[in-house]
């Protein structure tokens, strides 16, 4: 299996830090995902990224794809406690197979 | 509201019962996947329809059955689940092709007795 191991597992800021997720593995992705989950419901996608050293802004959010396509981080900027969360990788294997990081927990404290 | 709805949202049953997760999608999407979310384990992929036809099946045990009868509808059948099969279980659907995200349900939580 190609294992996806996220850190840290857990992390709790206030509001204002700023904050870094990150992803890797030791396999090649084509291409790699980030979702976000909150409670009761089912993840959502926040972005996807393709190109090796690749970097995609979403607001406040930056994310960015390892050169080698193995591995990837993302970067909160003044955290909000709507940002919290459990953000979840996920890298792109073969046919319509993706592969699940380990996930963060993010809680934003006001 | 998500396109992808799944009933029910909440389901106990005991280890001798027979039960079936539904998932149904509003979008248009080619292949429909299930995923089991167990706590402090990575998403586990189970079950990829495309087209209507299983292109995956992720080593999963027979008491779990998948039905696709079309693309908008994705059945799990429930046969003499074990304790550990509790979980939250996931519904996706996707248009084929490279980096398509996946849309998820808001998932059933399972718990088995």
């Known amino acids: 299996t190609q294992l996806l191991e996220q850190s840290p597992q857990f992390l709790s800021i206030q509001e204002g830090e700023n904050l870094t997720v990150y992803c890797n593995s030791s396999?090649?992705?084509?291409?790699l995902q980030w979702y976000r989950q909150e409670p009761g419901e089912g993840p959502v996608l926040l972005v996807t990224?393709?190109?090796?050293?690749e970097v995609k802004k979403l607001k406040r959010l930056t994310f960015q794809f390892g050169d080698a396509r193995k591995d990837s981080s993302l970067h909160i900027t003044a955290a909000q406690p709507g940002d919290t969360g459990l953000y979840l990788c996920?890298?792109?294997?073969?046919?319509?197979?993706?592969?699940f990081g380990t996930g963060t927990r993010l809680l934003v404290s006001p | 509201e998500t396109g992808v709805t799944q009933t029910p949202r909440h389901l106990v049953m005991g280890m001798t019962n027979k039960k079936s997760l539904k998932c149904e999608q509003h979008?248009?999407?080619?292949?429909m996947y299930w995923y089991k979310q167990s706590a402090k384990k990575p998403l586990e992929l189970m079950f990829v329809?495309?087209?209507?036809?299983?292109?995956e099946n992720n080593s999963v045990p027979s008491r779990f059955s998948p039905e696709c009868p079309n693309s908008s509808h994705l059945f799990l059948h429930l046969h003499t689940l074990q304790p550990e099969d509790s979980a939250l279980y996931l519904c996706?659907?996707?248009?084929?092709?490279?980096?398509?995200?996946?849309?998820f349900g808001n998932g059933t939580r399972l718990t088995v007795t």
């Open positions: 996706a659907s996707s248009q084929p092709g490279t980096g398509k995200a996946l849309h």
């Open positions: 396999s090649v992705f084509s291409s």
């Open positions: 990224v393709v190109t090796g050293g």
């Open positions: 996920a890298g792109e294997r073969g046919f319509q197979k993706l592969v």
């Open positions: 979008l248009g999407h080619n292949a």
């Open positions: 329809y495309s087209l209507e036809e299983r292109v």
